[in-house]
């Protein structure tokens, strides 16, 4: 089946320090969704992405569709405590609406 | 907007029980979906509904797991009997149909098959 390669696994970052993590495959996707999850929580939505080569912001994050349609990544600039957590790519469909979502990369802010 | 709505938020049962889990999607969302997220993984989709027809099954498993959304609407997903290796937090979320749609997620019930 589909998979989505999220990298890193983890990262250990200082508070203030921007964050760059990205998302692979193989296949091509309509849609590129970033997540963040907290603990004992849903997956909530980020930022979704529709159009190859998009570019959006949702307030210090930042996230592009790749060229390809076949990757896509966020950016956290100055983060802060509250940026912690796990955070999941996932790729859709038009066609079915499916729905893949990669392992996460989970988001460590040192004190 | 009220959110995706799901109970209960936790369960704890013996292996061999049956349990089962209730979701309400957002109000007009057409496609509803129920995701198994084990421990240190991301979700992974186990049946999706457009309306109250099944569009993918090809991960659930059948012999044990069965989900229906009788009206179209709310939906219940339920495992019979259980095992232990299906502790997890049990997702639902919903999205608009018609390509492009982006999901969103209730709270999750987590299991513990003990």
């Known amino acids: 089946g589909q998979q989505l390669n999220q990298s890193p696994q983890s990262m250990f970052i200082q508070e203030g320090e921007d964050v760059s993590m990205n998302c692979t495959s193989s296949?091509?996707?309509?849609?590129w969704l970033w997540y963040k999850q907290d603990p004992g929580e849903g997956p909530v939505l980020l930022i979704a992405l529709y159009k190859a080569g998009e570019l959006t912001s949702n307030g210090r994050l930042t996230a592009q569709f790749g060229i390809t349609r076949k990757d896509s990544f966020l950016n956290i600039s100055a983060s802060i405590p509250s940026d912690v957590g796990i955070y999941f790519c996932?790729?859709?469909?038009?066609?079915?609406?499916?729905?893949?979502f990669g392992k996460g990369t989970r988001l460590h802010i040192l004190p | 907007e009220a959110g995706v709505a799901q109970s209960p938020r936790y369960k704890i049962i013996e292996k061999r029980q049956s349990v089962a889990f209730w979701c309400n999607p957002i109000s007009g969302h057409a496609t509803l979906y129920w995701y198994q997220q084990i421990l240190g993984q991301g979700p992974k989709l186990l049946i999706q509904?457009?309306?109250?027809?099944?569009?993918?099954d090809s991960q659930l498993p059948k012999d044990r797991f069965s989900a229906e959304r009788l009206k179209g609407v709310d939906s219940t997903l339920k495992i019979q009997p259980a095992k232990l290796e299906d502790s997890a937090v049990y997702l639902c979320?919903?999205?608009?149909?018609?390509?492009?749609?982006?999901?969103?997620f209730g709270q999750g019930t987590r299991l513990t098959v003990v």
């Open positions: 979320a919903s999205s608009l149909a018609g390509g492009g749609s982006t999901a969103f």
């Open positions: 996932a790729g859709g469909h038009n066609r079915d609406d499916k729905i893949i």
């Open positions: 509904f457009q309306n109250n027809g099944v569009v993918d």
């Open positions: 296949s091509i996707f309509n849609t």
